[in-house]
């Protein structure tokens, strides 16, 4: 029986890959206004209690519904293109094991649940959402093919879930992490492009229209600035005026050399050990990684900490 609804494209489980479960870590960067406001004596009232908590919860389960509704359609326009990639042939709308029939009918009740999910906590977030389904539409359907373009939509995807979350509970997210945000996104995008060029380049199997308007060395420059760009963003962020009275502390550029390290550490994946496809899965499987991500919120909540009892 299993066999037949296989073949007939309605397994459950390939549905679940196709929704790529493992791509909701990306959505954690909703949780960033909440963790701040938290220890913003300005914003406390916003976030404290569990119905702040709740409500950017729900949030980010709003944008893994309405993110798995962008990967099936996606998926669904790519799948002939995908039949002929050696990876992508795999999944299941390529490889046949879910049809494109259903595979609409969910991502239609995913984008409808995500959208609803927002306006039920408030109005500007569900207009949010929309924006955002409304912004992936556009890149699946045209602005992908754009070189630069492209890896630019991917990072104003991210701000947008930063939005979110500060919306979630109606606090104020300041425009430096804002920035800081779509600079990390953009930097991790111009590594994963990147990586697919240097891949295309050796097997014309990989190659996509979007690539075609990279150049590798251009890349390697855009990829130096970004980085660049987002230590001193966060740096200037942790050091300026309006943070140190906003968290009553001037020690949160503590924080500014695991960031550093971060940055160059992916920069050696990327080009020592020809990482950076996936990043999801190089900041969830690398340990040097993980250790730095966590000594990071470690020195922060201290921080936090001693700015809170006055010290």
Known sequence: MGGLIAQRGWCPLALVRAMRPSQWTKNGVVLAAYFFA???????????????L??????????????????????IHDREADRAHPQKRFRPLASGTLAVAPAVLAAAVLAAAGVAA????????GETILAYLGLQALYTYGLRQVALVDAFIIAIGFVIRAVAGALAIDVRISPWLLLCAFLLALFLALCKRRHEKVRSESDEALTREALDGYDARVLDQAIAVVSAATVVCYALYTLSEETVKRFDTNRLGLTIPFVLFGILRYLDLVYRKGGGERPERVLLTDRVLIVTILLYGLTALTVFHLAKDGV
């Open 54 to 75: 709740v409500s950017v919860l729900a949030a980010v389960a709003a944008f893994c519904a309405a993110s798995s509704a962008v990967y099936l359609i996606n998926d």
């Open 118 to 125: 927002g306006f039920a906590i408030n109005a500007g977030l």
């Open 38 to 52: 938290r220890w913003d004596p300005s914003q406390q009232g916003n976030a404290a209690g569990w119905g702040a």
